[in-house]
């Protein structure tokens, strides 16, 4: 088996790291030719992944159609605003076979049409020259999402992650074809509640490391990951997603990982700005990685408006990274809102 994974990124390295243990051949395709160059020459991704080896079947290139060739699955690992744009290159090339499936693995909406990024990849493969409904190669899309941080997966400590794809197809054997002994796969046909709470459990992350930057405990951290989980079910259900998912993997497993974990940069973004050494601008520009949760929370606000929701947390949490709302006003105002019931 052959994978084509459009990222070059912490994800993409590690994510086909994993899948080189398995698969014949992993091409990563990159923009940035210093990343491309460094895997290629020296087996490592320095800047993602400090020394850690990739194995000698996976490389990487700056040619979309040289990792398309002879691809089996294209994965695309990328932040989730390139999503559309990488998703077109892709289905525009003439590398591209008929009914390849696309795997997205990247987590949060597309911010100006607010589409889930399944939503998006199929809209853009939909318009493949090459798989179309026509000669029976239309490309089916599915997200691998879950809690799975690129530093633990490269390093193959446990894992599991959900694997949720468009109806009708037989996802079992990328069920089957994706996991290792280190990666355990479950499926999921609930696409929707899946990427919701990928999506939204970032800007719970946020919040919870802007209360640990000001200097709060562990009550406030549990407190914002369970009103946090009641926000991310809010959307999720409006957006047609089932409840359960919230409590799976995609969901509460992923806000318990993203909130406590070092290795989280939503956490640790969150963590910076409460600390209020620098302005929230300037440290998302100063960071090479991409932070999700701070674009979700905008996606968050819209979808609130839209559907009518309340989303405290996300709103303050909004007003601080785009407001000037001091951290620790927002949490005062948090704890300020009128009494209410836990179950609404
Ligand atoms: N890092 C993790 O542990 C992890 C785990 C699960 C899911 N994810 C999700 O995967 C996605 C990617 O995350 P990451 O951590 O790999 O990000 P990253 O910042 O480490 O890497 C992003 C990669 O995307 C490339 N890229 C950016 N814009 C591009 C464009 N327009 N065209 C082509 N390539 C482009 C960059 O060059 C880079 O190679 C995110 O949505 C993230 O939430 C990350």
Redesign the pocket.
Known sequence: MNAAI???????S?FGRHLAHKWDRVVLW???SE?VDVINTTGTNPD?LGDLLLPPNLRATLEIDEALTGADAVFV????Q?VR??SRKAAQSVALSAGVPFIC????LELGTLARLSEVVAQEVAGSTVGNAADGGEHPVAVL?GP????EVAQEMPTAVVLAGQPGYDWKVWQEAVAGPFFRVYTNDDLIGVEISSAFK?VIAVAVGIADGIGTGDNTRGTLMTRGLAELSRIGTALGGRPETFFGLAGVGDMITTCISR?SRNRNFGEAVGRGEHDPQEILDGS???V?GAVMTQAGLKLGEKYGLELPITKQVHDVLYSGKPPRQALRELMAREPRAEHD
């Open positions: 459009l990222g070059t990124g912490s994800w993409a590690a990159g923009i940035v990343q993602y690992v990328v932040p989730s390139a744009e990488v693995l990247a987590k949060g999402l799975s941080h690129a530093e970032n290795h090479i990685q991409v999700e």
